[in-house]
């Protein structure tokens, strides 16, 4: 249990509709990363958000979205679904954020969404 | 873009066999880490190696960083069913705090 929690465990949506992703981070920790799995794709990062504020920003569509509130936890807003969006979406959390080296990161247990 | 390329993507050996898998890149890194990932689970970090040319030992996995920091190997000796997975680098650069990861090498070790 790497003590980052992510609900829903699983979602299954249809195309256009919009779902949101939740994740709380690892006791004490500021940073909160959010990655799409996909088979074809690999891990991909999306953003990451560093208390409270957006810290950098990856392959993430203008489509999708995200937040962190005061008490750090994470929403990943997901909208106009599309097919391809079907993936699992993991989140992780780290201490602080990177000075030139990687942060140990850990990974919450995915949320696998589905788009019929 | 940064690309790490892993290979091989597939790999199925029998117990107590030894393998290799490699991460390259014609990006330098800062720093590059090793997870595992279990199906239906998160990636889970095995080490972090920063300095070029640093080799680092988990039990019976060896961490290898290249010496221009573009590379990087990772050894199982006598491998067991329960290194079964799916093995991932990842690398950081500059002050960049996203990871890149690799393409993955999924790893079945059989009785």
Redesign the interface.
Known sequence: D?G?TQTPKHLITATGQRVTLRCSPRSGDL?V?W?QQSLDQ????LI?Y?NGEE??K?NILERFSAQQFPDLHSELNLSSLELGDSALY?C?SSVV??????????????TRLTVL | TQLLEQSPQFLSIQEGENLTVYCNSSSVF????W?RQEP??????LV?V?TGGEVKKLKRLTFQFGDARKDSSLHITAAQPGDTGLY?C???S???????????TRLQVTL
């Open positions: 790497s980052v940073s990363y990655y690999g891990l991909q990062f990451q560093y810290r950098a990856g993991f992780a954020p990177s000075s030139g080296r990687a942060d140990e990161q850990f990974f919450g247990p995915g | 800062s720093s590059l880490q997870y239906g689970e998160g990636p889970v970090l972090t920063v991932l990842a690398g950081a500059g002050t960049a705090s996203k990871l890149t990861f690799g393409t993955g």
